[in-house]
Structure formats: C-alpha cells, structure tokens
C-alpha cells in the first residue's frame, strides 16, 4: 500500500519538476518533525524511533529552524 501511495507521490514531483535533493530533503524534513511530535518533541526518544544519534538529530533540527527563518525573512522581503 504504501509502495502505491508513494510511487503516486514520486509521479507527481516528476511532472513538477522536482529535483532529487530538494525531495529527499523535504521527506527527510517532514519524517524528522512528524517523529519529533510524536514523541512530543522528545530528542533523545525520537533519535532513538528514527536510529539515528541524538546530536545527528539535534543537528538537523537547528538546519531546519535555520532554514524556517532564513526562509520566512526571503518571503517578508519578498512582500514588500
């Protein structure tokens, strides 16, 4: 079931143009935060669930808050 979903998914982002590293980050992206309140922001218990060390995780974890805020910054100068 899930191998249909995501060949859907993988379609999709073909036709839109969508390059491997920007998917893959994005997947990782949002497997790390869908983990991370699961375990209701938990670090050490999600590093654990996804098998990754803890200090990978926080690691990633600060790229993308980084990225959130770089991002937010480029679209409110964007607006103006």
């Keep these: ?30 497997y790390i935060k869908k983990a991370l309140a ?10 654990v669930v996804l098998g990754i060390h803890r200090n990978t995780l926080a690691k990633r974890v600060a790229t993308y808050e980084k990225q959130d ?6 679209l409110k100068r964007a607006a103006r």
């Design 38 to 47: 699961k375990n209701r922001q938990h670090l050490s218990k999600t590093a």
């Design 1 to 30: 079931m899930i191998h249909n979903r995501l060949e859907t998914l993988i379609d999709e982002m073909l036709e839109g143009h969508i390059l491997l590293d920007e998917a893959i980050g994005e997947f990782e992206k949002l």
């Design 69 to 74: 805020r770089n991002g937010s910054r480029v």
